[in-house]
């Protein structure tokens, strides 16, 4: 099955930048919704970013806070989804996973994606 490990997680002051990865292995489909969600303590999920990866139309969905600050890439191979972000804050502080559906854009619902890495935190103070 559908294999994601994240990296790039890390430590870092308010106003400041981190790129986070994730290598996903044996996807089926040439197309294929790659997104990063975020959670912190007490809270629930949130979706953060999506990107219609592979072969598909590249159509991207951006949780409110975070555009203009975070953006979600592919790698030319197509088998590694980036989130760059960027002007951190204070609340951006969670553990940020990564997410992937096969075959269909699902946008930002954590309910619709099959596959999840084990997650990566980020920290900002």
């Known amino acids: 099955h559908v294999q994601l490990v994240e990296s790039g997680g890390g430590s870092v002051q308010t106003g400041g930048s981190l790129a986070l990865s994730c290598v996903a292995a044996?996807?089926?489909?040439?197309?294929?919704?790659m997104a990063w969600f975020r959670q912190s303590p007490g809270k629930e999920r949130e979706g953060v970013a999506a990107?219609?990866?592979?072969?598909?139309?590249?159509?991207?969905y951006y949780r409110q806070s975070v555009k203009g600050r975070f953006i979600i890439s592919q790698s030319a191979d197509k088998h590694t989804v980036y989130l760059h972000m960027n002007i951190l804050k204070p609340e951006d502080t969670a553990m940020y996973y990564c997410?992937?559906?096969?075959?269909?854009?699902?946008?930002?619902?954590?309910?619709?994606?099959?596959?999840w890495g084990q997650g990566t935190q980020v920290t900002v103070s």
């Open positions: 990107l219609y990866a592979g072969n598909g139309d590249g159509r991207t």
């Open positions: 997410a992937a559906e096969e075959g269909r854009w699902v946008g930002g619902d954590a309910r619709q994606y099959t596959y």
């Open positions: 044996k996807l089926t489909y040439s197309s294929n919704c």
